[in-house]
């Protein structure tokens, strides 16, 4: 059965480094999307991306917050500068036709 | 009020028993429903989507009422295994998804 990937699985980074998360969708997906969620707090939706472009945003999504699809495979979720309450498990989700959406299994991020 | 409302519980029940867990939307205009499970520190896996008619799936029945904004899960026949996050998923239509913050269910032996 096809699966969402994603990697690192976890990462550690000092405050103001820029970190990069990536996901593998499902092949044949149109719309991707990235979640937080901040240990013992609900999943927060971040963006989707469809056509490639963004199609709605959080007002988490801040200027720090970049995503791209490189190479019609990645996705990638991109931190310019992390700050502390960055620190959260990063989950990408695909979805395709039937409109249900399929998550990866996450990254886990901790900022220092 | 909250986008999507669920209890947090927990709700402990023993194994066999039936649970219901409700949630509520405050926008009106919402498209798709879901409810997905999540296991401690894993990633929300799908259980099943909410149709207006309402839906089984095993021991599972999910209704939407639209009127009153809520959706609902029934779990019969309840399984150790079952414990876990329920999370109630929202959908505007336009690719934005509002997640509760999820009921906890422990079944107990």
């Known amino acids: 059965e096809p699966e969402v990937t994603q990697t690192p699985s976890h990462q550690v980074t000092q405050m103001g480094q820029e970190v990069i998360l990536r996901c593998v969708p499902i092949?044949?997906?149109?719309?991707f999307y990235w979640y937080r969620q901040i240990l013992g707090q609900k999943v927060e939706f971040l963006v989707s991306?469809?056509?490639?472009?963004?199609?709605?945003k959080s007002e988490i999504f801040d200027d720090q917050f970049s995503v791209e699809r490189p190479d019609g495979s990645n996705f990638t979720l991109k931190i310019r500068s992390t700050k502390l309450e960055d620190s959260a498990m990063y989950f990408c989700?695909?979805?395709?036709?039937?409109?249900?959406?399929?998550f990866g299994p996450g990254t886990r991020l901790l900022v220092l | 009020r909250k986008e999507v409302e669920q209890d947090p519980g927990p709700f402990n029940v023993p194994e066999g028993a039936t649970v219901a867990f409700n949630c509520t939307y405050s926008?009106?205009?919402?498209?798709?429903f879901f409810w997905y499970r999540q296991d401690c520190r894993k990633e929300p896996k799908l259980l099943m989507s909410?149709?207006?008619s309402g839906n089984e799936d095993g021991r599972f029945t999910a209704q939407l009422n639209r009127a009153s904004q809520y959706i609902s899960l029934l779990i019969r026949d309840s399984k150790l295994s079952d414990s876990a996050t329920y999370l109630c998923?929202?959908?505007?239509?336009?690719?934005?998804?509002?997640f509760g913050t999820g009921t906890k269910l422990q079944v107990i032996p």
């Open positions: 989700a695909s979805e395709g036709y039937t409109k249900t959406q399929y």
């Open positions: 092949s044949n997906h149109l719309y």
């Open positions: 991306f469809y056509n490639n472009e963004i199609s709605e």
């Open positions: 926008n009106s205009a919402s498209q798709s």
């Open positions: 909410v149709y207006s």
């Open positions: 998923v929202v959908n505007d239509g336009y690719q934005k998804v509002t």
